[in-house]
């Protein structure tokens, strides 16, 4: 990182709580809507980021703002607590539970895109610098505008950055519960014995090295949509 501007660091730490709040409380809001509370006793079914920050404090604060410092860019992680024994037995609730938090990624991207899409076509932004998450637009007016197109810029990168990575089919991404919207009785519980047993690295490492492949076209396709 070359230089450390505060407002960016400013706008990329209120996205990035923004979006991993959003997703985190999704995931939430539909557990306990399905019959699972241990997430809304938990205090998670929230947009404020003070109790997910408590969850995981390293995940939420302190490596996100450590990988900004190093590279320019915040990387991290959350959680929403839930019952395994609901998730056993509902499976196919289980899975839309995991499924609502990349959904709500979705939803924040799309309404940064529509506000994209609005300020170029008022003319108050221009198309940025492809591949940059922060200068998807950029406009030469100063101020608020100014940092309006960095705040749209990166709730649209990064939630969709968010919503694609978790959608990965391995363990512990999100996406690995999609087979149990198909599955049912002793199949699904033993996927998620599966599921359960100590794959979480190997499928982050799984999950990183073809994550790029899969992320980088349908950015730069998004992208493209706005120029």
Known sequence: MSSFSVIDFACWL????????????????????????????????????IPHIRREPFGMLLLPILSYLA???????????????????????????????????????????????????????????????????????????????????????????????NLIPVPPLDGSALPLLFLSGELSQAYQRISRSGLAFLGLLVAWQIFPRIYRPIWYWMESTLR
């Open 14 to 49: 209120v996205v990035f709580l923004g979006s991993m709040t959003a997703h985190e409380a999704s995931h939430a809001f539909v557990a306990k809507r399905l019959g699972d509370p241990t997430a809304y006793l938990g205090g998670q079914v929230t947009l404020n980021p």
């Open 71 to 165: 590279s320019g860019w915040m990387i991290g992680w959350a959680s929403a607590p839930y019952n395994p024994g609901w998730a056993a037995k509902f499976p196919r609730r289980a899975a839309i539970m995991a499924l609502a938090g990349p959904a709500a990624n979705f939803i924040i991207a799309f309404v940064c895109w529509v506000g994209l899409k609005f300020g170029l076509a008022a003319g108050v932004f221009i198309p940025g610098l492809t591949g940059r998450f922060s200068e998807t637009v950029v406009s030469f007016e100063p101020g608020l505008w100014s940092i309006a197109a960095v705040l749209l810029s990166l709730g649209f990168s990064l939630n969709l950055l968010l919503g694609v990575f």
